[in-house]
């Protein structure tokens, strides 16, 4: 009964690879985001969809592309990854967009060598 | 754009007392402020919530106060235990975007 998860929790990786992170919520909601947590644990939001539209865009290298095939999932893709990528990278829900909870994923910790 | 500045970093009591973490946010149009607990290799969850035409909230040991002409807001976790140790993070709803503008996190540390 998973509300938010993310595939898979840890991924460790060479400099250089493409990687993808999946996200999957199953709580009926419009709107998914993408955030990074630094080794500071800042929080920082990357991206935002509301079925399946990129709302928000943050500034971001666009080494980093989202991919929303329906409402339910949204997928982070890193091309050319890099060691400043190394982060732990939350997807999040909110029934709607704007200002209303945000259920989050457990996490992806990223590790590139 | 919004911007949270929270404070303390850390924060360590005894089991029992009580806890406060303040925050303050740049933008006097933001209405939404919502606080997250983040236990160890978990993802942020929400503890509670306040909105701009509520001056105070309460939920049984946590309370929240919002003081909109200052722009600042604070979490109070009162009788603490040692299982309410965790990152906690206070934010603020960007009005033109609708995104969440987190503060940098107080790591609190209850001490049995």
């Known amino acids: 009964d998973t509300a938010v998860s993310q595939t898979p929790k840890y991924l460790v990786t060479q400099m250089g690879n493409d990687k993808s992170i999946k996200c999957e919520q199953n709580?009926?909601?419009?709107?998914m985001y993408w955030y990074k947590q630094d080794s500071k644990k800042f929080l920082k939001i990357m991206f935002s969809y509301n079925n399946k539209e990129l709302i928000i865009n943050e500034t971001v290298p666009n080494r980093f592309s989202p991919k929303s095939p329906d409402k339910a999932h949204l997928n982070l893709h890193i091309n050319s990854l890099e060691l400043g990528d190394s982060a732990v990278y939350f997807c999040a829900s909110s029934q709607v967009r704007g200002d209303n909870e945000q259920f989050f994923g457990p996490g992806t910790r990223l590790t590139v060598l | 754009g919004e911007n949270v500045e929270q404070h303390p970093s850390t924060l360590s009591v005894q089991e029992g007392d009580s806890a406060v973490i303040k925050c303050t946010y740049s933008?006097?149009?933001?209405?939404?402020f919502p606080w997250y607990k983040q236990e160890l290799g978990k993802g942020p969850q929400l503890i509670i919530d306040i909105r701009s035409n509520v001056g105070e909230k309460k939920d049984q040991r946590i309370a929240v106060t919002l003081n909109k002409t200052a722009k600042h807001f604070s979490l109070h976790i009162t009788e603490t235990q040692p299982e309410d140790s965790a990152v906690y993070f206070c934010a603020a709803s960007d009005r033109n975007t609708g995104k969440l503008i987190f503060g940098q996190g107080t790591t609190l540390q209850v001490k049995p």
């Open positions: 709580l009926g909601h419009d709107t």
């Open positions: 933008d006097s149009a933001s209405n939404y």
